[in-house]
Nanobody
């Protein structure tokens, strides 16, 4: 199993980033996929999740209306579009498959 995130970086407040996570080694199209994040000194928190068909999504209150999770089952890839980013969104973002498989994480820093 492999989950490889990309798309993190440094962005100014109000800016946007799109994270990608390429998955392999399990049946992606039938698996719930999710994004978590962990800020310095804090625990890991669920940001967003999406069902296998993409028909149901769920978001943390702190990102609802700003972030969008989506997936492309033909490419075995899940995305997290992040708009109107705030300094408090700064964290390492992790892709998670089936609530058990984890990527290595990608750093997102929101700062002037």
């Amino acid at each position: 199993v492999q989950l490889v995130e990309s798309g993190g970086g440094l962005v100014q407040p109000g800016g946007s980033l799109r994270l990608s996570c390429a998955a392999s080694g399990f049946t992606f199209s039938s698996s719930i996929m999710s994004w978590f994040r962990q800020a310095p000194g804090k625990g890991r928190e669920l940001v967003a999740a999406i069902t296998g068909t993409g028909g149901i999504t769920n978001y943390a209150d702190s990102v609802r209306g700003r972030f969008t999770i989506s997936r492309d089952n033909a490419r075995n890839t899940v995305y997290l579009q992040m708009n109107n980013l705030k300094p408090e969104d700064t964290a390492v973002y992790y892709c998670c498959g089936r609530w058990e498989y984890w990527g290595q994480g990608t750093q997102v820093t929101v700062s002037v």
